[in-house]
């Protein structure tokens, strides 16, 4: 251990320690802009670039950066001292000379850790005249680079090649001209960019932000001539409460189905259920396998992979193109969900496809770019026509002026928003494969299970096993989140390694509630921890917990699909990988 003195209070801190975690064990609080850390899950961002967190050490000449400053032994810290500030100061006031000044009308204000910093400080006036580089703006299916805000903390570059593994960031030119791209300064949907949102979860201002389609639904929903539904995924309940002030953790399912319905929604449906329908799906899938196995078939594909994260897929389309006969064929729940929506209900509503809008609030930005390819469309038409982020649902509802704690609890219209706990799980890392799980085993073994919860499958590590005993035959469950714990279990069935029979992939670290959509959490992961906890909750509070037991799934079969993996359920709620 090291002893110090930070603003003349003693203390103690293991070795090796920055001044910055010295002065946080303490409730000393540093400012920072380009450090991030994500606690438990090894991901730190500390160039030590921004020189924002500078504090005066006694004895040494310069100031110190307390983001990759070791502690020593005797130190003697003034985080506050005027030199400090002062230095503080100069650099956001250098920084904020490069950096467009339209705070007014920029997509991040009121979030942007730039705009808060300078308010932070005190600043009032802009000494320095930098050199405004000028940038074209780069737009994609799902995200919007802007560059001229880039203040080159690197905290994408951390994200996109760190954690994600794809490697599309990194920081090019010199001086004023000095940004974060892909390179040769390539736009994202050139380059092998999975659209997984984390550089935009994680960019302090503007320069990464969704592709913004509030404006679309708006007018959607102004037209007569449409009828307009909504499904909301699992993780956006135990969210968007953020939002509007409410603890980390709030579980809002009640008020988002109120707000969607203030909102002029025609019909307000759950992913939740297209979410028990993929397991029906997928779980029928893992058993022909799993069977095909048992009898001796040595060309069966296993283990099978969870196909329902586009980041994932369109990471082992462009990354392992040669294992894309693994993942299962189920599309996700909001392709399976607008599928039915523009056969089944579109039909027993008498309305046509063209005249059906179908808007989808999911916590991330791939959805965007999964809703517009091109295998998700009949002649042109999407089977969801837009997906907004839980960001952009919470603007659309302060839009609309609806005061949304004081809203009441409102019930998910039928059929397409009934669903179980296995559902709702979905939204955090662990969950669906233990919802395949849930069906799996019965249906498998033709038992009920001894017990709902697999806390075995559950929790925060990056890569988690685990096997589960179907009635004397184990089955070896593997689980990454993030796309680097992804890579690294991927490799390890290349090199045939592995004896899994299957595993869930998400790409976003948590899975779901830690989508690039979500509302920001500025590197506190317990607010990740929160939100797992309140999706276990959401599915603990629920009457029926197994997708097979779900009534409209049955009712959805019987009318409609046949069964599982029939002519009709492969031809709308599966799909084709492509290199
Ligand atoms: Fe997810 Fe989904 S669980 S990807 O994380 O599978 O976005 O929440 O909606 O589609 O259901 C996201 C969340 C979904 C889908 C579901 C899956
Ligand atoms: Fe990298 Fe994901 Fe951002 Fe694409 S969306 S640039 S893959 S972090």
């Excluded at 203040?151 to 794809?166: F, G, K, L, P, S």
């Excluded at 808007?359 to 469309?377: H, L, Q, T």
């Excluded at 689980?479 to 869930?504: D, P």
Aim: proline share 4%.
């Amino acid at each position: 251990t090291v002893q110090l003195t930070i603003d003349n209070k003693p203390l103690v801190v293991k070795k090796g320690a920055t001044i910055l975690e010295a002065a946080k064990s303490i409730g000393v609080h540093i400012p920072t802009l380009c450090h991030m850390k994500l606690d438990d899950m090894n991901i730190e961002n500390k160039p030590g670039g921004c020189r924002v967190c500078v504090v005066e050490v006694e004895g040494r000449r310069n100031l110190a950066p307390a983001c990759c400053t070791e502690v020593a032994e005797g130190m003697v810290v003034h985080s506050h001292s005027i030199r400090a500030i002062n230095a503080r100061r100069t650099v956001v006031e250098l920084i904020l000379s490069d950096h467009p000044a339209d705070c007014l009308i920029c997509a991040k204000s009121g979030n942007c850790e730039l705009q808060d910093m300078a308010h932070h400080l005190g600043i009032r006036e802009i000494h320095y005249k930098g050199e405004q580089s000028t940038y074209r703006e780069d737009t994609s299916p799902a995200i919007i680079r802007d560059v001229d805000k880039c203040i080159m903390c690197r905290r994408c570059e951390m994200m996109c090649n760190e954690v994600q593994t794809v490697g599309v960031l990194s920081a090019i030119n010199r001086g004023f001209n000095s940004v974060v791209s892909p390179a040769f300064e390539m736009n994202l949907d050139h380059s092998v960019c999975t659209y997984c949102g984390q550089c935009v979860a994680v960019c302090p201002t503007g320069a990464l932000t969704e592709v913004n389609q509030t404006n679309n639904v708006v007018r959607a929903l102004s037209d007569p001539a449409k009828t307009v539904i909504v499904q909301t995924a699992p993780a956006v309940r135990a969210a968007l409460g953020e939002e509007f002030g409410m603890e980390p953790g709030t579980l809002v399912t009640g008020k988002l189905v109120s707000a969607l319905r203030s909102l002029g929604f025609d019909k307000v449906f759950d992913t939740d259920f297209a979410a028990d329908l993929t397991i029906m799906e997928e779980g029928t899938e893992l058993l022909n396998r799993l069977t095909k196995f048992l009898e001796g078939d040595k060309d069966v594909q296993l283990p099978i992979l969870t196909s329902c994260c586009p980041a994932w897929v369109k990471f082992f389309e462009h990354q392992f193109p040669q294992l894309k006969d693994i993942p299962s064929t189920a599309r996700s729940p909001q392709q399976m969900f607008g599928s039915i929506a523009k056969t089944y209900f579109a039909e027993k509503m008498g309305i046509k496809r063209e005249d059906l809008v179908v808007v989808s609030i999911m916590p991330c930005v791939a959805k965007k770019y999964e809703c517009g390819r091109d295998e998700f469309k009949v002649d042109g038409n999407p089977d969801v026509d837009y997906a907004l982020t839980t960001r952009e649902l919470a603007s659309l509802i302060k839009l609309a002026n609806i005061n949304f704690s004081r809203l009441s609890n409102e019930d998910f219209d039928q059929p397409l928003g009934e669903s179980t706990g296995a559902g709702v799980i979905f939204g955090t890392t662990g969950g669906v494969i233990e919802a395949a799980v849930r069906t799996a085993y019965e249906l498998y073994t033709k038992k009920p299970l001894p017990k709902i919860d697999f806390n075995e499958l559950r929790g925060m590590e990056g890569i988690r096993q685990a096997t589960i005993d179907f009635d004397g035959f184990p089955i070896n469950i593997g689980i990454a989140h993030g796309l680097g714990n992804a890579r690294e279990l991927l490799k390890r069935i290349e090199e045939g390694e592995s004896n899994f029979h299957a595993i869930e992939i998400m790409s976003c670290p948590g899975g779901c509630i830690g989508g690039g959509g979500q509302p920001y959490h500025h590197g506190n992961v317990d607010i990740l921890k929160k939100r797992q906890m309140a999706i276990y909750q959401e599915d603990g509070n629920k009457k029926i917990r197994k997708s097979h037991e779900n009534p409209y799934i049955i009712q959805l079969y019987e009318e409609f699909l046949g069964k599982p993996m029939s002519e009709k359920a492969h031809q709308l709620l599966h799909t084709e990988y492509f290199d």
